[in-house]
């Protein structure tokens, strides 16, 4: 180990795990999944070898948004089980070696919180300042919505309550009121709720669309772009100058990197709303400064489409917008997109999940892989009377909505491929028969043997964790190859995404680390070596073992 590796945290060096607890593992039989039923899977996580799970969110929940509406932040679903669960979670957890990192929604609340019951009921009670109350753009009354901002999940952002003759806005639907963080006994309240759940053995927080908490306090409506879709859906024809991004986030962001960095090895990683190909703003929330969070998401690289010249691109925009002090986050696949597996898939999709796995797993950064994809799982294309997220049934046929990347872990043959003694909340994908954790336990070419060795690799050399990198200059069609270094130590990672063997200049990088065609022997002539088609090579210099 050299000095460089102990010292960086944890969350650098690691591999975080994402589960979906509606459909990771149903340990009751009600057909969602459980927190019992992540703690019998234990076992499977750490074999793979991450060293943390993400949460998706576990509070109580009237799941308009499947959990993204929580009704009381400081205890659990009941779908889920009760805090002692939790607890047992954790303790399973922490005898693996694996961290516990929750989603903090606070953007927004649910309607059915306590706080905005209260909010809601008349101008004048103490949590009357606790959401974004306006009166309409005529006065007091339902005389219009106070200015054009709008919801992401479609339509207006504002809706009317009676009882306090006002609107309050939703960046999402009506039923998640935006908190008002200009509020500071708002701020208070979410610290106090970060240290409930740091006080339970949480290691981290991923923040959900945490560069809209604040809103220019005018409210000013947004300028309109000339996007013809905005007609339909008004959220794209607006440049989003007001109602997120704003100056002073750190109001928020100071707060909750302070109570966070209390103890050590603690850490906050953002999803910024809306994103997209926006490297830069996601990167500059992203740092050591007291008003940054220590890692923000960026999606460019899902984003691209299946091509080494187009990875190229997204990795080298994406790392240089957060400088040579940045540390990066590479995301696959997540619950909001279709699975990689589909979208890059085609008749090569184990090939390419694998390829896109070393990737994940070797680029300089923390790789967060989403639950199922370390089998290759496929999106699930539901018929519209299945479809239960609410972006689906408003969108539907345009966009199908979210559903077929949340459907049941595979994890066997079996009549709910292991997830559920009963009826499971989504329809499992019926590949579940050949594909599932089961299958591809002790099948050496298998994604989840892929998977498992590269992160053992990973753990194993130092290089992989906290290396420089270099991404040949050139983008190539083909290969997208790059090195990391650290000390003397090499490893050259060359990726053929192409069907077709390629031949490849290689260096002082001769010792085969891990290969994706075990039964092939690597050639290496002269200074070349000739990769097979959808062949990954991992090669390290001497000094690397
Ligand atoms: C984030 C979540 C998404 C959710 C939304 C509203 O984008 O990832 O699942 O619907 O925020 O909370």
């Known amino acids: 180990m050299t000095a460089r590796s102990t010292t960086l945290p944890w969350w650098k060096r690691g591999v975080v795990y994402q589960i979906y607890p509606r459909s990771f593992m149903d340990a009751d039989g009600d057909g969602i999944g459980d927190l019992q039923g992540i703690i019998d899977r234990l076992d499977h996580l750490a074999a793979l070898g991450v060293d943390a799970i993400w949460l998706s969110p576990i509070q109580p929940s009237p799941d308009a948004d499947f959990g993204y509406d929580i009704s009381d932040y400081c205890d ?98 009506k ?77 928020a962001l100071e707060m909750m990197r302070r109570t966070v960095d209390e103890q050590p090895g603690r850490f906050l990683v953002g999803e910024t709303l809306d994103e997209d190909r926006r490297y830069r703003e996601a990167a500059r929330y992203a740092g050591d400064d007291a008003d940054q969070l220590h890692l923000a998401f960026n999606f460019y690289l899902l984003r691209s489409r299946w091509s080494a010249e187009v990875f190229h691109k997204a990795i080298t925009t994406w790392t240089a917008a957060l400088g040579p002090q940045g540390w990066p986050t590479w995301v696959l696949s997540n619950h909001d997109f279709p699975r990689h597996a589909s979208r890059w898939g085609g008749r090569w999709a184990d090939a390419r999940c694998r390829l896109a796995a070393i990737m994940a797993m070797t680029l300089r950064g923390t790789p967060f892989l989403y639950y199922g994809e370390e089998i290759g799982m496929a999106e699930h294309k539901l018929p519209r009377g299945l479809i239960q997220d609410p972006v689906g049934q408003r969108f539907w046929p345009i966009h199908r909505g979210r559903d077929g990347c949340r459907t049941p872990m595979q994890w066997d043959a079996g009549p709910a491929a292991g997830f559920s003694t009963g009826e499971p909340w989504l329809p499992v994908h019926p590949d579940h028969a050949t594909r599932n954790v089961a299958a591809q336990q002790d099948d ?102």
């Open 444 to 545: 050496p070419s298998s994604v989840l043997s892929t998977y498992k060795a590269i992160i053992a690799l990973r753990k194993h050399l130092p290089v992989l964790q906290v290396g420089d990198m270099a991404l040949t200059e050139s983008p190539h069609s083909a290969v997208l190859a790059y090195t990391r270094s650290l000390g003397d130590a090499r490893v050259q990672v060359l990726l053929n995404m192409s069907p077709k063997a390629q031949r490849w200049p290689i260096g002082g990088e001769r010792k085969l680390l891990y290969g994706t065609h075990p039964e092939r022997p690597v050639v290496l002539e002269g200074g070349e070596v000739t990769l097979a088609p959808h062949e990954g090579l991992v090669l390290g210099n001497e000094a690397t073992l």
């Open 76 to 173: 659990v679903h009941p779908n889920y089980g009760c805090l002692e669960t939790f607890d047992a979670l954790v303790a399973g957890c922490r005898e693996r070696g694996l961290r516990v990192v929750l989603d903090g929604v606070f953007n927004h609340s649910s309607d059915k919180h306590a706080w905005f019951l209260e909010s809601r009921q008349d101008r004048d009670n103490p949590k009357a300042d606790w959401y974004l109350w306006r009166d309409g753009a005529g006065g007091r009354g339902p005389t219009g919505a106070p200015n054009n901002w709008a919801s992401t999940f479609g339509g207006g952002g504002w809706e009317y309550v009676p009882e306090r003759e006002q609107y309050f806005f939703h960046s999402f639907l």
């Open 175 to 251: 039923q998640q009121p935006d908190l008002n963080w200009r509020n500071p006994d708002v701020v208070d309240a979410v610290e106090a709720v970060l240290r409930f759940w740091m006080d339970r053995g949480v290691d981290g927080f991923r923040l959900d669309v945490f560069n809209a908490y604040l809103k220019h306090p005018d409210l000013p409506s947004n300028p309109r772009t000339w996007n013809p879709a905005g007609l339909l859906y008004p959220y794209i024809g607006q440049k989003h100058l007001h109602d997120r991004d704003q100056a002073d986030m750190s109001i």
